[in-house]
């Protein structure tokens, strides 16, 4: 299989997520995906501070997610004994022009030996969010009347991603 060629293929895919304010709500942050709805924390513009989860909480959820569905994932591909992955996520700012940084924590339960837990935290490490993160993203910024122009493009699958993790395969003793 060639992961570059299928790597190029999802770049061209498109998921959104529309954050809009709620004047029924006193104007907070709802967060749409899908079907879900859920209210986004943070400064509100007027000295106060609306409940929900940050935008640094849900990016350190976001990478927290991937990296324990990768494993998961990868457990599951290979027949590991995994019973329980748990994924804590720390977002530290750089101080004095240093880069951000992310500190994750992975837990893995489960008769696994010292190769089959290498493996697992491998997928971990090649979560495609974390890839992202690691290497960076170009965002290009639009102003239009809609959220959306890209209706007519094939939505991006996560579990087309996961799909593709380049982790070798191993075959577990």
């Known amino acids: ?3 570059s060629k299928d790597r190029d293929l999802i770049v061209t895919k ?3 997520v529309v954050v809009a ?5 006193h104007g907070a942050l709802i967060c749409h995906v899908g ?3 859920f209210a986004v924390g943070g400064p509100d513009g007027i000295g106060h501070n609306s409940s929900g989860p940050n935008p640094y909480d849900l990016l350190s959820a976001s990478l927290a997610a991937c990296s324990a569905m990768s494993v998961r994932f990868q457990a599951q591909r290979q027949k590991l004994p995994l019973e ?3 994924v804590g996520v720390s977002f530290h700012h750089g101080s004095r022009g240093e880069k951000d940084s992310f500190e994750r924590t992975v837990v893995l339960e489960g008769d696994l030996d010292a190769r089959q837990r290498t493996f697992l935290m491998e997928a971990a490490n090649l979560c495609p969010v974390g890839q992202i993160l690691g290497t960076g993203a170009d965002i290009t ?3 239009d009347v809609t959220t959306s122009g890209h209706q007519e493009s094939p939505q991006a699958s996560y579990e087309d ?3 593709l993790l380049p982790v070798p395969n191993i075959t577990p003793d």
Request: hydrophobic share 30%.
């Open 1 to 3: 299989m060639n992961h």
């Open 14 to 16: 498109i998921r959104e």
């Open 21 to 25: 304010t709620d004047p029924t709500n």
């Open 35 to 37: 079907e879900a709805r």
């Open 84 to 86: 329980r992955v748990k």
């Open 141 to 143: 910024t639009r102003l």
């Open 161 to 163: 991603d996961v799909a």
